[in-house]
């Protein structure tokens, strides 16, 4: 430290034992900056003409202070700072945020972008769909509409175009939103008189992304508000990118007029991946993870899990078990770890996580389900829970039944054999309780 700023330092040290004395004088002091010392003289600056003036007034009384510091008669002068060019400019570059940063603020995870994305049949014409988007953006396809069953790599693929397109021009507004905060937001901003607010966060953006939008169904101030959202961004030029586990016609309790703006544009489904790609994609993983695998390691978890969040977590869970004993996960290893975890699969799914999958998919709230509403969509969304509690879990009847709030397991009964019947002649039904049942089973 430099003689005079110790010595000014020291000074204001002092100054502090008093500062009671001093309420106003003491932080003028305090934020004040000495700048050149002398024999006789120390100039200070300070920020403002008024501390400057008030200062001044004062100025026996700091020599007096200064006196007493230093046993010299020293005297004092202040000046104004004058900022420098050279002394803005680093403030200034330092508030500029980084591309992580805009990230962060567009709702982005760090985990997701196209390098690491693998390409195959199932996801090419989506990959490619979202290429002409960010290539195209607001012009190609508005809006791009992605579908597909858990895991199969939507969020990946709609956090890679806003990466992409941040990535190209920072100052883009993009913002990424999983649909369930969407209608969150909204509904508190409409609680507390600010939907203003709302819409100037969400109607000025060049990229908005909505996730899983089939949670918007159902909710009509919700639905009215993303009609106008995407009409706002839409007419000025703005790209919109929707995902959703299923198509527009299947989203039940959708307004008409959402439902023709859904398939303006480009509706693309993603399918399951094949066995190349989860080979392909296990591989990123575990790079990713630094995890050293074989590929005959690789070929057999491949063949036999199924689904993509699947694949990762049970590279990591035989990670764990080979830790402190292997380097890399060989197929031996691989083997072992599946012959120990056969069947172990049902156990580990507990009978609420089957309810809030069911309410969630059903966009309806658990509490419903468990009342004794007989209202037939709630009625009917509850037997789906009973044949699944049962078939999936193997809970009796009577477990059932008490699961649910219901005081007779024939009800479970009838849910079981009602709901098993349908799904033979109901091919539609059939799939939902397909992306219920997958979506139970992969591990996350
Ligand atoms: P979805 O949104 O369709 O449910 P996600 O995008 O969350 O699926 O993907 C689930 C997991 O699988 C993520 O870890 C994701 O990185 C991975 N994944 C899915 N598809 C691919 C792919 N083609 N390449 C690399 N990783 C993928
Ligand atoms: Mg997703």
């Known amino acids: 430290m430099s003689l005079i700023s110790s010595f000014w330092n020291r000074f204001i040290e002092k100054l502090e034992k008093n500062k009671e004395n001093n309420p106003v004088m003491y932080p003028l002091l305090k934020y004040a900056k000495p700048i050149k010392l002398t024999e006789d003289k120390i100039i200070i600056s300070v920020d403002s003409p008024g501390a400057q003036e008030f200062l001044e007034k004062r100025s026996k009384e700091i020599d007096a202070a200064l006196f007493d510091h230093s046993q010299k008669r020293i005297e004092v002068e202040f000046i104004i700072r004058i900022p420098s060019k050279k002394s803005i400019t680093p403030p200034l570059l330092s508030f500029e945020p980084s591309i992580e940063d805009v990230f962060v603020k567009s709702g982005l995870n760090k985990k997701y972008n196209f390098d690491n994305f693998a390409v195959s049949t199932s996801n090419q014409v989506a990959y490619a769909a979202s290429q002409a988007v960010v290539k195209n953006l607001g012009s190609a396809y508005n809006p791009l509409f992605l579908y597909g069953g858990v895991g199969v790599g939507k969020t990946h693929i709609a956090q890679s175009i806003a990466k992409k397109i941040l990535e190209a021009d920072k100052n883009k507004r993009v913002y990424f939103c999983p649909g369930d905060n969407f209608t ?15 819409r100037k966060k969400y109607r000025y953006l060049n990229l908005l992304i909505i996730d899983d939008i089939q949670f918007i169904a159902g909710k009509n101030a919700v639905q009215e508000e993303f009609f106008h959202t995407f009409n706002a961004i839409a007419s000025s030029g703005g790209q919109i990118i929707l995902t959703s586990d ?8 959708l307004e008409d007029r959402l439902h023709s703006r859904f398939l303006g544009g480009l509706t693309v489904d993603i399918q399951p991946p094949d066995f190349e790609l989860r080979s392909a994609i296990l591989l990123i993983k575990a790079k990713e993870k630094g995890i050293d ?7 057999v978890i491949a063949e036999r899990i199924t689904d ?11 990670y764990a078990k ?11 290893a691989v083997e072992l770890f599946f012959s120990q975890n056969n069947g172990e699969k049902k156990k580990r799914i507990n009978p609420s996580e089957v309810i809030k999958t069911v309410c969630s998919f059903y966009n309806i709230k658990q509490s419903h389900l468990k009342s004794p509403s007989r209202v037939a969509s709630i009625a009917f969304y509850r037997q789906i829970a009973m044949y699944l509690l049962e078939k999936e879990l193997g809970l009796t009847l009577i477990e059932v039944a008490e699961m649910l709030n219901r005081k007779d397991h024939t009800t479970a009964l009838h849910a079981k054999q009602k709901i098993g019947n349908l799904i033979l002649r109901d091919p539609n039904l059939k799939k939902e309780i397909d992306i219920i049942t997958q979506s139970l089973f992969q591990s996350t």
């Open 246 to 253: 299923r198509p527009p016609s299947a989203i039940k309790n």
């Open 184 to 198: 969150n937001e909204l509904i508190e901003s409409i609680r507390e008189k600010a939907t203003s607010r709302f």
């Open 308 to 318: 993509c969040r699947g694949l990762e977590g049970t590279l990591l869970s035989v």
């Open 293 to 299: 695998i074989d590929i005959e390691a690789v070929k």
């Open 322 to 332: 080979i830790l402190g004993t292997k380097e890399k996960i060989d197929l031996e």
